[in-house]
């Protein structure tokens, strides 16, 4: 029998490029799966789809929000330790400007580079009509506070948006 020329004994390794490609890729898209999963920058708002789904519902709980006459708003400057915690106070107050005293006061705090960091905290009244708390994480940035006061039957919601900036200590 006569040998081909054209092929050689010793296996040149042309039958791995294959392999080696489909090997990368494999790896390449794992990577870029793990970095989209565990990406702190991206979230998703919980229940997104019960929200619009029931979007009348929700405009009417904002109207009745409304109708109490209730405000927020932060009282006194920010305080923020080197620990990275920033103390919060917010008064609330009424129609005519007085104090709402005995309200439970439930903060939903986030920021909006890091939107799945959500912190839930409860502030306890220090004064009259002023809750207060601290946020544990508090990265530099602009803050988004969803703020959820119950006075009785009263009910009463609002967005609030805090930006921390280095060297809050005002």
Same mark, same amino acid.
């Given at each position: 029998?006569?040998?081909?020329?054209?092929?050689?004994g010793?296996?040149?390794?042309?039958?791995?490029?294959?392999?080696?490609l489909?090997?990368?890729?494999?790896?390449?898209?794992?990577?870029?799966?793990? +970095?989209?999963?565990?990406?702190?920058?991206?979230?998703?708002?919980?229940?997104?789809?019960?929200?619009?789904?029931?979007?009348?519902?929700?405009?009417?709980?904002?109207?009745?929000?409304?109708?109490t006459?209730?405000?927020?708003?932060?009282?006194?400057?920010?305080?923020?330790?080197?620990?990275?915690?920033?103390?919060?106070r917010l008064?609330?107050?009424?129609?005519?400007?007085?104090?709402?005293?005995?309200? !439970?006061?439930?903060?939903e705090?986030?920021?909006?580079?890091?939107?799945?960091?959500?912190?839930?905290? !409860?502030?306890?009244?220090?004064?009259?009509?002023?809750?207060?708390?601290?946020?544990?994480?508090?990265?530099?940035?602009?803050?988004?506070?969803?703020l959820?006061v119950?006075?009785?039957?009263?009910?009463?919601?609002?967005?609030?948006?805090?930006? +921390?900036?280095?060297?809050?200590?005002?």
């Open positions: 029998m006569s040998e081909n020329p054209n092929v050689s010793s296996g040149s390794g042309w039958a791995w490029v294959p392999v080696g489909l090997g990368s890729m494999l790896v390449g898209l794992g990577t870029l799966a793990y +970095i989209a999963v565990d990406d702190p920058h991206f979230s998703l708002e919980p229940n997104y789809y019960d929200k619009a789904v029931h979007w009348d519902r929700a405009r009417a709980q904002a109207q009745d929000s409304v109708a006459g209730f405000r927020a708003a932060f009282a006194g400057p920010l305080e923020a330790s080197l620990d990275g915690r920033v103390e919060l008064a609330v107050m009424d129609r005519q400007d007085r104090p709402v005293l005995g309200a !439970t006061v439930a903060l705090a986030f920021p909006n580079a890091y939107a799945t960091r959500v912190e839930r905290i !409860t502030l306890k009244e220090t004064a009259p009509g002023v809750y207060a708390g601290a946020l544990s994480r508090a990265t530099l940035g602009l803050w988004e506070l969803r959820d119950t006075q009785g039957s009263l009910r009463f919601h609002d967005v609030l948006r805090l930006d +921390i900036v280095k060297g809050d200590k005002a």
